[in-house]
């Protein structure tokens, strides 16, 4: 196994590595996937599709003003090298043609430059020229959250603000799908709430009650599902055993599937700045999996966004069937 720097980590050294290196390492060893970017035009944005490229994680094909991306590569001392460049005259126009190149096979994956996610997805969710399937579109924060020994998906706390429980069902799935896809196994999936009983009081419960029936009848499939779980008892064993919680999700889940946006957020927030966890993200749900970096990103974060949609997207090149819609 290699590290982020490209050193090779012997076993004892691997079970102490961050889990985002364990990530970059193993996306490195694939070929590198094409990615159209939308509109890199800022240092951040663009700096970080190169970083990606200069690791072997994605290929990319920058769409945007084609000077305007040239200046900033200048002014920043990026070397675009080969980088194919793709003329739109302003962020509009770069999602519209960055879609429309996915839409012709010209990439695997779609990356988000220094234009808003709104108008990203805007183009994404057309229902004529977009990339929609019949799956629902939802976000994944895939947290590497010190003093935890798994990485912890959180999902939605990005798209769906309050999904209905057809739209949770493909949220389940679609976090389940990636999780399997990377190749982290049968992931635990903890349906969140504020209690682990259903009450008719807080909806969420009886919601998370009928994801775990629906999964009981291979509605949802891949995982191991269990809720309603408060958050303390889907991630602490001993929390589980005080109240007497007997699966094998609780205490030891690794997808956290949140009642609404607003919770999600919150949950991922105060991760990121009580805890210093780090939180990758990708969409997931559309033709292809889009790659949504923020700008307070860390270079690390950016990477690990990156290799976990290529390794994806080479999951998904393998077998069509690992998100059939």
């Known amino acids: 196994m290699r590290s982020s720097d490209g050193s090779t980590l012997g076993e004892g050294e691997a079970q102490f590595a961050s889990k985002y290196d364990r990530l970059i390492a193993a996306a490195r060893s694939g070929t590198p996937v094409r990615t159209v970017v939308a509109h890199p035009c800022d240092a951040t944005s663009l700096r970080g599709a190169l970083e990606a490229r200069d690791e072997r994680l994605i290929a990319p094909i920058l769409v945007g003003p084609q000077s305007r991306i ?119 999936v903890a349906i969140l709430s504020a209690v682990e009983t259903v009450t008719t009081k807080i909806p969420s419960t009886l919601e998370a009650a009928a994801l775990c029936k629906m999964a009981d009848r291979g509605q949802i499939t891949g995982a191991l599902v269990d809720g309603p779980l408060a958050f303390d008892n889907a991630v602490s064993p001993e929390a589980a055993a005080i109240k007497g919680i ?11 599937v949140v009642p609404d946006l607003e919770a999600g957020n919150m949950l991922a927030k105060n991760l990121t700045f009580l805890s210093k966890a780090d939180a990758a993200g990708i969409v997931l749900g559309a033709r292809v999996p889009i790659i949504l970096t923020s700008r307070a990103d860390s270079v690390r974060t950016r990477l690990a966004s990156c290799a976990v949609a290529a390794l994806y997207a080479a999951a998904r090149r393998r077998s069509p069937a690992v998100d059939a819609v």
Do not use: C, Y
């Open 246 to 256: 007997v699966s094998p999700v609780a205490g030891h889940a690794q997808i956290l």
């Open 70 to 188: 040239r200046d900033v590569a200048q002014a920043e001392g990026l070397d675009l090298g080969t980088a194919e460049i793709v003329d739109a005259p302003h962020s509009h126009a770069a999602a519209a043609e960055a879609v429309r190149l996915v839409r012709e096979g010209r990439g695997e994956l779609l990356m988000k430059g220094s234009l808003h996610t709104d108008e990203l997805m805007r183009e994404v969710a057309a229902s004529a020229t977009g990339l929609r399937t019949e799956r629902r579109i939802s976000h994944v924060f895939i947290m590497d959250v010190p003093g935890h020994a798994e990485t912890l998906f959180i999902t939605d706390a990005a798209i769906n603000i309050f999904p209905d429980l057809d739209a949770k069902r493909d949220i389940v799935q679609n976090a389940v799908d990636l999780w399997t896809g990377i190749g982290l196994g049968i992931p635990r």
